[in-house]
């Protein structure tokens, strides 16, 4: 995980408060390349930003891509890639040396470049640094959240009717590109009868009921695992039939 130890290294130099930190707030701004490594999403901040120098085993596999490629017309990149590999780890140590040393000697350079972008860096500019890395761990802190939820199974939520005929005749619309069918099949919906829509309305109602039974379930599940904190505030049960009323 470099990435977010280079995010949280960035955002510990800087201090708690420098996104409060006023433009004129001159030398209080830590320096936010105090550690090396920079992820390089930085443009909007660092238009002229370095380029990450390639490790050696990088290097070595740009060389021979094109070679493996010429040798196997057919084959996918993810066939040569393994190939490349192979050849790689049997590589001696004496010929790695030469792709070690040339990763050594750019990563150099990338350090001095780094220090040459940090004396040109405004007060405003820090700021705005470290309000874009603080976006990019809470954004790469949703997705790992996201993928550990479906690794425990979560229900998916429930749909509405629009996003149930959607799926179903989208699937189904084959001319044009995605953006034609999409468009096409909106046009379809809006065009539908109340009683048309009717079905779909209560196949979302299904949906909603099929959700929270499951969700109950899977929450229950996640209290005997000790998970409580995946646990949503409050559940909302689905609201009763006019038939169920009687």
Do not use: H
């Not at 409060?20 to 930003?49: E, H, K, N, Q």
């Not at 740009?62 to 049997?90: D, H, Y």
């Not at 599940?221 to 006019?242: C, F, T």
Request: charged residues 35%.
């Amino acid at each position: 995980m470099p990435l977010l130890r280079g995010v949280w290294g960035v955002l510990s130099a800087l201090g708690k408060s420098g996104a409060d930190l006023c433009a004129d707030c001159g030398s209080r701004l830590r320096s936010p390349f105090s550690f090396v490594y920079i992820p390089r999403w930085f443009s909007s901040t660092l238009r002229s930003y370095p380029k990450k120098p390639m490790t050696s085993y990088v290097r070595f596999s740009k060389e021979q891509l094109p070679i493996f490629k010429a040798q196997n017309p057919g084959a996918r990149n993810s066939e040569l890639i393994k190939k490349i590999a192979e050849l790689w780890r049997e590589l001696p140590d004496s010929q790695k040396k030469v792709y070690e040393d040339a990763y050594k000697a750019d990563w150099q350079a990338y350090k001095q470049e780094l220090i040459r972008i940090e004396e040109e860096l405004t007060p405003s500019q820090r700021v705005t640094l470290e309000k874009e890395m603080m976006q990019k761990r809470l954004k790469k802190k949703s997705i790992i959240k996201k993928r550990e939820l479906t690794l425990l199974g979560k229900p998916k939520r429930p749909r509405s009717a629009y996003n149930i005929f959607i799926s179903e005749r989208f699937q189904e619309a084959k001319d044009g590109t995605s953006q034609l069918r999409l468009k096409a099949v909106n046009e379809s919906w809006k065009n539908l009868t109340s009683s048309q829509k009717q079905v779909y309305i209560q196949l979302a109602e299904d949906d909603k009921v099929r959700y929270f039974n499951e969700i109950k379930s899977w929450e229950a599940q996640m209290v005997e695992v000790g998970r409580e904190d995946l646990l949503r505030r409050k559940v909302k049960p689905p609201a009763k039939s006019a038939e169920e009323c009687k």
